[in-house]
């Protein structure tokens, strides 16, 4: 059926067509949508399985990318060492000067000043030569006076020899006169004795002439023991007058010592390297008593010292042999001396030459000395890494076998060398890992070797 509306605002006119009915079908007119809320059901459920789905298959790329590795880094040009098994020989190492074995230092014995310098340092001395001449006027009138003050003690002991020695002479006559009148009072008490049995003399004669002889001996007695204490007192005063005697000589002596060592000489043969202590002397400046005047040295007999690391100089013991590389040549040695005392982390350790030395060698050059410690027999070993420390536990990148990546392992360090250490626990021969300082990669396990 066709029908024809009619816009009044336009007066257009639209033919609206209804569609015929198909064959057999007879179309049913209500005027209302008709509900079916099973679709909407359907779409719901449709939209949580989705959502669902969404969420799990986030779940699961989470999890996937939480348990993926961080990108192996990349490490240029690694410095590579082996594991080995062979003879490993334990050394350490320091650097050092070489030193004279004698050193002769020329002090002053007297305060003065320097008159004239004769050699400059650099030349060669011998024991006597003339290195420089001081003055002091005070030394040289204390010495005349103390050669005066010894003359005259010399005096003063000869003249006491001769006063005691006449003093002894007089003793010994008037022992001599003493003697004789005691014989004399002897026989006239004897003659009395005889007279007075025949009655021609007094008993009273008799008693007087005995008591004057018994005197008289007694006299003589005491006289011989004055005598022998005589000459032991003479003895005494003779040491003492000697004694001072060798005082006073003594000091004229030092006196002259002193005033002859104005003129100051090497004392040893060798080589002059010093003038002064801190600063090299001039003529005209004035010194004190003990100050360091000039330095000698024997350049032939030289020695090593050597500073090693504290940590390093534990095993180092006394005979050890040594090599001390002088940049012209490796010189053999062994270690003397070890300080006990730790300066600035190291310890001085002193080493003997046995070798020639090399031409070119003196006293503060420069040396490196190297000590052989022990030698271990069928020791695992690598070369030592920049971070390996003795007896530690250290995480090396030991490289796998496609060559391109190295993975880190632990491994226990046990003694160690100049350029190898011991390997404990870890790594087994033919193992090859990165000796280079990784400390950039402590954050990997895992790097790239390029």
Known sequence: MNRLATNGHSGASEAVTTPKPMSGFTPVSTGMD????????????????????ALILVGVITMLLARLEPAAPR??????????????????????????????????????????????PGAVVAADTLIMELSNPELKQSAFDAEWQARSADTQLARLKVQLQSDRLAQEAALATLRADATQARLEADADATLAKAGLVPAITLKKSTAHADDLAARVAIEERRLEFFGESAKAQLAVQEAEGEKLRALRDLRHRQVENLRVRAGIEGVLTQLGDREMLQAGQRVTTGATLAKVVVPTRLKAEVRVAETQARDIALGQPATIDTRNGFVPGNVVRVDPAVQNGTVLVEIKLTGPLPRGSRPDLSVEGTIELARLDNALNVGRPVQGQPDSTVGLFRVEPDGKHAVRVPVKLGRSSVSEIEIVEGLNVGDKVILSDMSQWDGYNKVRVD
């Open 75 to 120: 490490v240029e040009n690694p410095w590579f060492g082996v594991v080995k098994r062979d003879q490993m020989l334990l050394q350490v190492r320091g650097n050092g000067t070489l030193v004279p074995e004698q050193i002769q230092y020329v002090q002053a014995d007297t305060g003065g000043q320097v008159e004239q310098i004769f050699i400059q």
């Open 34 to 53: 008709i509900a079916r809320p099973d679709l909407a059901r359907k779409r719901r459920r449709k939209q949580l399985l989705y959502g669902a789905g």
